[in-house]
T-cell receptor, first 109, second 116 residues
Protein backbone atom coordinates (compact mmCIF):
# COMPACT_ATOMS: atom_id res chain seq x y z
CA UNK A 1 0.00 0.00 0.00
CA UNK A 2 0.86 3.66 -0.01
CA UNK A 3 1.62 5.43 3.25
CA UNK A 4 3.09 8.85 3.91
CA UNK A 5 3.42 10.11 7.47
CA UNK A 6 3.99 13.66 8.66
CA UNK A 7 3.36 15.31 12.03
CA UNK A 8 -0.04 16.96 12.12
CA UNK A 9 1.04 20.23 13.73
CA UNK A 10 4.20 22.04 14.76
CA UNK A 11 4.85 25.36 16.47
CA UNK A 12 8.02 27.42 16.22
CA UNK A 13 9.25 30.90 17.03
CA UNK A 14 10.00 33.65 14.54
CA UNK A 15 13.68 33.64 13.61
CA UNK A 16 14.19 30.03 14.66
CA UNK A 17 14.79 26.85 12.63
CA UNK A 18 12.21 24.09 12.22
CA UNK A 19 12.49 20.62 10.68
CA UNK A 20 9.40 18.88 9.30
CA UNK A 21 9.83 15.15 8.87
CA UNK A 22 8.19 12.85 6.35
CA UNK A 23 8.40 9.06 6.18
CA UNK A 24 6.99 7.07 3.32
CA UNK A 25 6.22 3.55 2.15
CA UNK A 26 5.10 3.50 -1.45
CA UNK A 27 5.00 1.08 -4.38
CA UNK A 28 7.90 2.51 -6.33
CA UNK A 29 9.74 5.76 -5.89
CA UNK A 30 10.49 8.37 -8.53
CA UNK A 31 11.10 11.46 -6.43
CA UNK A 32 9.76 13.42 -3.47
CA UNK A 33 8.20 16.88 -3.49
CA UNK A 34 7.47 19.44 -0.79
CA UNK A 35 4.66 21.92 -1.25
CA UNK A 36 3.57 24.88 0.89
CA UNK A 37 -0.13 25.62 1.23
CA UNK A 38 -1.54 28.69 2.97
CA UNK A 39 -5.11 28.37 4.20
CA UNK A 40 -7.58 28.67 1.35
CA UNK A 41 -4.85 28.87 -1.28
CA UNK A 42 -3.18 26.61 -3.84
CA UNK A 43 -0.27 24.35 -2.89
CA UNK A 44 2.93 25.95 -4.20
CA UNK A 45 6.03 23.98 -5.16
CA UNK A 46 8.98 24.26 -2.76
CA UNK A 47 11.46 21.50 -3.55
CA UNK A 48 12.14 18.22 -5.32
CA UNK A 49 14.53 15.41 -4.33
CA UNK A 50 15.20 12.26 -6.33
CA UNK A 51 18.74 11.44 -5.14
CA UNK A 52 19.94 11.06 -1.55
CA UNK A 53 21.22 14.20 0.07
CA UNK A 54 20.40 17.80 0.78
CA UNK A 55 18.95 20.34 -1.66
CA UNK A 56 19.18 23.96 -0.54
CA UNK A 57 17.06 26.84 -1.78
CA UNK A 58 17.51 30.01 0.19
CA UNK A 59 15.90 29.63 3.62
CA UNK A 60 14.45 26.23 2.69
CA UNK A 61 16.35 22.94 2.42
CA UNK A 62 15.08 19.43 1.77
CA UNK A 63 16.81 16.16 2.56
CA UNK A 64 16.17 12.66 1.24
CA UNK A 65 17.27 9.18 2.30
CA UNK A 66 15.79 6.61 -0.06
CA UNK A 67 17.08 3.62 1.93
CA UNK A 68 15.27 4.88 5.04
CA UNK A 69 12.15 6.12 3.25
CA UNK A 70 12.70 9.47 4.93
CA UNK A 71 12.76 13.13 4.05
CA UNK A 72 12.73 16.39 5.92
CA UNK A 73 12.09 20.02 5.10
CA UNK A 74 14.23 22.51 6.98
CA UNK A 75 13.07 26.10 7.32
CA UNK A 76 15.60 28.64 8.62
CA UNK A 77 15.13 32.19 9.91
CA UNK A 78 11.42 31.60 10.29
CA UNK A 79 9.08 34.42 9.35
CA UNK A 80 5.44 34.90 10.28
CA UNK A 81 4.47 34.33 6.64
CA UNK A 82 5.87 30.79 6.89
CA UNK A 83 2.79 29.82 8.90
CA UNK A 84 1.14 27.35 6.52
CA UNK A 85 0.65 23.66 5.85
CA UNK A 86 3.59 21.77 4.36
CA UNK A 87 2.75 18.80 2.16
CA UNK A 88 5.12 15.93 1.47
CA UNK A 89 4.35 14.09 -1.78
CA UNK A 90 5.97 11.01 -3.29
CA UNK A 91 5.98 10.24 -6.99
CA UNK A 92 5.26 6.52 -6.95
CA UNK A 93 4.88 3.85 -9.62
CA UNK A 94 3.45 5.21 -12.82
CA UNK A 95 4.59 8.68 -11.75
CA UNK A 96 1.45 9.11 -9.64
CA UNK A 97 1.85 11.77 -6.92
CA UNK A 98 0.82 10.56 -3.46
CA UNK A 99 0.38 13.29 -0.84
CA UNK A 100 0.70 13.13 2.92
CA UNK A 101 -1.92 14.83 5.08
CA UNK A 102 0.32 17.83 5.62
CA UNK A 103 1.96 19.46 8.62
CA UNK A 104 0.37 22.65 9.89
CA UNK A 105 3.15 25.01 11.03
CA UNK A 106 2.38 27.92 13.31
CA UNK A 107 5.09 30.57 13.66
CA UNK A 108 4.77 32.69 16.80
CA UNK A 109 6.38 36.09 17.47
CA UNK B 1 3.39 34.00 -16.63
CA UNK B 2 -0.24 33.37 -15.66
CA UNK B 3 -0.84 30.48 -13.30
CA UNK B 4 -3.53 27.83 -13.32
CA UNK B 5 -6.94 29.47 -13.38
CA UNK B 6 -10.01 27.91 -11.82
CA UNK B 7 -13.60 29.02 -11.52
CA UNK B 8 -15.72 29.42 -9.60
CA UNK B 9 -13.72 29.86 -6.40
CA UNK B 10 -16.70 28.95 -4.24
CA UNK B 11 -19.90 27.05 -4.93
CA UNK B 12 -22.79 26.19 -2.63
CA UNK B 13 -25.45 23.82 -3.88
CA UNK B 14 -28.13 21.54 -2.50
CA UNK B 15 -27.66 17.79 -2.65
CA UNK B 16 -28.78 16.07 -5.83
CA UNK B 17 -28.02 19.20 -7.87
CA UNK B 18 -25.39 19.16 -10.64
CA UNK B 19 -22.23 21.27 -10.45
CA UNK B 20 -19.33 21.98 -12.80
CA UNK B 21 -15.83 23.31 -12.27
CA UNK B 22 -13.60 24.84 -14.91
CA UNK B 23 -9.81 24.89 -15.18
CA UNK B 24 -7.40 26.62 -17.55
CA UNK B 25 -3.85 25.27 -17.16
CA UNK B 26 -0.59 27.14 -17.62
CA UNK B 27 0.02 27.82 -21.30
CA UNK B 28 2.00 25.02 -22.93
CA UNK B 29 1.37 22.48 -20.19
CA UNK B 30 0.26 19.22 -21.76
CA UNK B 31 -0.64 17.39 -18.56
CA UNK B 32 -3.66 18.39 -16.47
CA UNK B 33 -4.78 16.92 -13.16
CA UNK B 34 -7.92 17.17 -11.06
CA UNK B 35 -7.54 16.57 -7.33
CA UNK B 36 -9.94 16.46 -4.40
CA UNK B 37 -8.77 17.87 -1.06
CA UNK B 38 -10.68 17.33 2.16
CA UNK B 39 -10.06 19.55 5.16
CA UNK B 40 -6.84 18.65 6.91
CA UNK B 41 -5.82 16.17 4.22
CA UNK B 42 -3.52 16.18 1.24
CA UNK B 43 -4.84 16.31 -2.32
CA UNK B 44 -6.03 13.01 -3.86
CA UNK B 45 -5.86 12.49 -7.60
CA UNK B 46 -9.17 12.10 -9.43
CA UNK B 47 -8.03 12.15 -13.06
CA UNK B 48 -5.00 12.94 -15.20
CA UNK B 49 -5.02 14.10 -18.82
CA UNK B 50 -2.22 13.95 -21.35
CA UNK B 51 -3.39 16.50 -23.90
CA UNK B 52 -7.03 15.51 -24.49
CA UNK B 53 -6.67 11.88 -23.39
CA UNK B 54 -7.65 10.76 -19.89
CA UNK B 55 -4.75 8.43 -19.06
CA UNK B 56 -5.50 7.80 -15.38
CA UNK B 57 -9.09 8.01 -14.13
CA UNK B 58 -8.92 5.06 -11.76
CA UNK B 59 -9.83 7.23 -8.75
CA UNK B 60 -12.75 9.03 -10.41
CA UNK B 61 -16.19 7.89 -9.11
CA UNK B 62 -17.62 7.42 -12.55
CA UNK B 63 -21.21 6.93 -11.43
CA UNK B 64 -21.51 10.63 -10.65
CA UNK B 65 -18.28 12.34 -11.74
CA UNK B 66 -17.23 13.13 -15.28
CA UNK B 67 -14.51 15.22 -16.85
CA UNK B 68 -13.52 16.43 -20.26
CA UNK B 69 -10.65 18.23 -21.95
CA UNK B 70 -11.91 18.45 -25.49
CA UNK B 71 -9.21 20.57 -27.16
CA UNK B 72 -6.35 19.56 -24.89
CA UNK B 73 -6.29 22.92 -23.12
CA UNK B 74 -8.96 23.81 -20.56
CA UNK B 75 -10.97 21.20 -18.70
CA UNK B 76 -14.30 20.78 -16.94
CA UNK B 77 -15.09 18.50 -13.99
CA UNK B 78 -18.75 17.73 -13.36
CA UNK B 79 -20.65 16.10 -10.52
CA UNK B 80 -24.21 14.93 -11.11
CA UNK B 81 -25.91 14.49 -8.74
CA UNK B 82 -23.90 15.97 -5.87
CA UNK B 83 -23.95 14.29 -2.46
CA UNK B 84 -23.19 15.72 0.98
CA UNK B 85 -19.86 13.88 1.06
CA UNK B 86 -18.68 15.71 -2.05
CA UNK B 87 -18.10 18.88 -0.02
CA UNK B 88 -14.38 19.55 -0.46
CA UNK B 89 -11.89 21.67 -2.39
CA UNK B 90 -11.39 20.63 -6.01
CA UNK B 91 -7.91 21.50 -7.22
CA UNK B 92 -6.65 21.61 -10.76
CA UNK B 93 -2.95 21.31 -11.53
CA UNK B 94 -0.84 21.24 -14.67
CA UNK B 95 2.70 20.24 -15.66
CA UNK B 96 4.75 20.56 -18.82
CA UNK B 97 5.09 16.78 -19.27
CA UNK B 98 4.61 13.55 -17.36
CA UNK B 99 8.09 12.18 -16.79
CA UNK B 100 11.37 13.32 -15.34
CA UNK B 101 11.93 16.68 -13.78
CA UNK B 102 9.39 18.36 -16.02
CA UNK B 103 6.65 16.69 -13.98
CA UNK B 104 6.55 19.41 -11.31
CA UNK B 105 2.88 20.18 -10.86
CA UNK B 106 1.55 23.72 -10.46
CA UNK B 107 -1.77 24.12 -8.73
CA UNK B 108 -4.69 26.46 -9.15
CA UNK B 109 -6.47 28.09 -6.18
CA UNK B 110 -9.21 25.48 -6.18
CA UNK B 111 -13.00 25.51 -6.02
CA UNK B 112 -14.46 25.11 -2.56
CA UNK B 113 -17.70 23.12 -2.90
CA UNK B 114 -20.30 23.02 -0.16
CA UNK B 115 -23.21 20.61 -0.58
CA UNK B 116 -26.18 21.31 1.72
Amino acid sequence: GQNIDQPTEMTATEGAIVQINCTYQTSGFNGLFWYQQHAGEAPTFLSYNVLDGLEEKGRFSSFLSRSKGYSYLLLKELQMKDSASYLCAVRATGYKLIFGSGTRLLVRP
Amino acid sequence: EAGVVQSPRYKIIEKKQPVAFWCNPISGHNTLYWYLQNLGQGPELLIRYENEEAVDDSQLPKDRFSAERLKGVDSTLKIQPAELGDSAVYLCASSPAFSGDLDTQYFGPGTRLTVL
